[in-house]
């Protein structure tokens, strides 16, 4: 009988068929090309019914694992070799004031549209979410601390919920009290509040280039300007360019992910990360670490933050589980270092304290020890599928496409034939019903305009394929018109 799991933990037998066939493809037993079992042998090899058989083939095919020949049976769908990545990014190595917000909202009210296919979200579908264990565990918190959970807390954060996290950090390599951490409402805040305890408008913040557009906005917020190094879209910030551009520009600090930048999935080796928080350290130069991808690596041990190297309390690292467990809960963290008590003077005057009862939820998910067993399930997700919808961009966009290939993370970043305009083929994919993310929305001078990003958080179905065809041939469009 069938023994071998599927994507998420299989629920159901088809899930568990599905699951099999995905192991013999995974395992070298059924290469490319070939037949997989028939619907009534594999049906009588593991004792389901035929409906079992083709409800599991249909989800493969959905997924791209196998493929209907007419008159024929089914067979695995051949891989194609991916194009080559995008090259290191060559942004102007000059301050820029940020203007980014018109944009964004633009692709934020895309998203909103009825029946969108939102290719743009960060958001992680549903079945990536261990809702019902969240739920027993706000319901528990509700019960048994009533009067805690209708409290307005303290700025600092819930003490249990910041023990789970010191706790967990010792994964990334940083050994922290729980005195040590600030809760914030989301990553987001933790960032804002970050910049706002180091710089002062019109400061230079010196980013990775392409970068993440939430932090260009809160940049364009508090009237800071940019400063953008060229990034590997494999191996991330380029050192060499960053000890340049301090030599030559009045850098007041730095916002970075060295590990899987939104929009590339790059991670920096962890001798670069120590390089880098010992040169910043040298001209006293904070460095805000946003990790709140960190735990979404595809492959290996969690890679260490560089808050790992912070012998100073120069880094300020910044995370949440917005990503992984409950994005509607906005429950994140700082950890200031040497900035705490501005940082929590900042969170005092703001937003005084993050909501309890997602603090203690999220605390109580924590110690029932349930979150690496989700985090193994949601990385297995993300690493299969960020590599399948690769295929498919490689199977429907014009030649001359080139594909960044993530270390971890949720995200494509695709660099379309020189020409292309990112931007048109955002607002025609809107009126296909597809909202993807435009290049120039993740750098402060418009640069990737021939560049886009695609979120990996839809589980693959028909509908996604076809949404990707379709953008596919409207990049075709693009590209022909340019030619």
Request: glycine fraction near 8%.
């Amino acid at each position: 009988m069938i023994t071998h799991g599927y994507q998420q933990q299989p629920d159901n037998l088809y899930d568990q068929v599905a699951g099999h066939i995905i192991h013999l493809i995974e395992g070298g037993t059924l290469l490319a090309g070939e037949r997989v079992p028939s619907v009534r042998r594999l049906s009588a090899q593991e004792q389901v019914s035929i409906s079992t058989v083709l409800q599991a083939y249909r989800r493969l095919e959905n997924e791209g694992w196998i493929e209907a020949r007419p008159q024929s049976g089914y067979y695995v769908r051949p891989v194609r070799a991916l194009p080559p990545e995008p090259e290191v990014s060559q942004p102007p190595l000059e301050a820029t004031p940020v203007k980014v917000s018109e944009l964004m909202m633009q692709v934020v009210q895309g998203a909103q549209r009825p029946g969108m296919m939102r290719l743009s979200s960060t958001e992680p579908d549903p079945s990536l979410l261990p809702l019902q264990q969240l739920s027993r565990c706000l319901a528990i918190v509700n019960r048994e601390q009533t009067g805690e959970t209708l409290s307005y807390g303290i700025p600092a954060g819930y003490k249990p919920l910041k023990v789970q996290i010191a706790r967990r950090a010792l994964e990334a390599g940083c050994v922290l009290t729980p005195d040590d951490i600030v809760i914030t409402s989301g990553c987001q805040e933790a960032l804002q509040l970050s910049l706002r305890a180091v710089a002062n408008p019109g400061d230079t913040i010196l980013l990775e280039s392409p970068t993440y557009y939430g932090v260009l906005q809160i940049i364009e917020s508090l009237g800071l300007c940019a400063l953008e190094i060229p990034t590997h879209p494999r191996n991330g910030l380029s050192l060499e360019a960053l000890e340049y551009a301090l030599e030559q520009h009045p850098v007041k600090a730095c916002l970075l992910s060295p590990n899987f930048n939104n929009p590339l999935g790059s991670l920096m080796t962890e001798a670069n990360k120590e390089r880098l928080v010992t040169l910043l350290a040298e001209r006293e130069i904070p460095l805000i670490e946003d990790d709140v991808y960190g735990d979404l690596s595809f492959e290996g041990p969690r890679p260490k933050a560089a808050k790992a190297y912070d012998q100073n309390g120069l880094v300020l690292l910044c995370a949440s589980f917005s990503k992984t467990i409950a994005p509607g809960y906005r429950v994140g963290w700082v950890v200031p270092g040497r900035f705490r008590q501005r940082v929590e003077y900042l969170k005092t005057v703001t937003t005084f304290a993050t909501s309890m009862p997602p603090q203690m939820a999220v605390a109580e998910f924590l110690a029932k020890g349930s979150y690496d067993h989700h985090l193994r399930k949601i990385r297995r997700f993300y690493s299969q599928h960020v590599q399948q919808m690769a295929q498919m961009v490689s199977s429907y966009f014009p030649p001359g496409t080139k594909i960044a290939r993530p270390a971890g993370g949720q995200f494509l970043w695709i660099e379309l034939p020189r020409g292309a305009d990112s931007l048109k083929l955002f607002q025609q994919a809107l009126q296909h019903g597809i909202c993807i993310v435009p290049g120039p929305i993740f750098s402060a001078t418009g640069k990737y305009r021939n560049c886009l990003r695609l979120s990996c958080t839809q589980p693959p179905s028909k509908r996604l394929e076809m949404a990707l065809q379709q953008l596919g041939l409207l990049a075709h469009a693009c590209v022909t018109a340019v030619d």
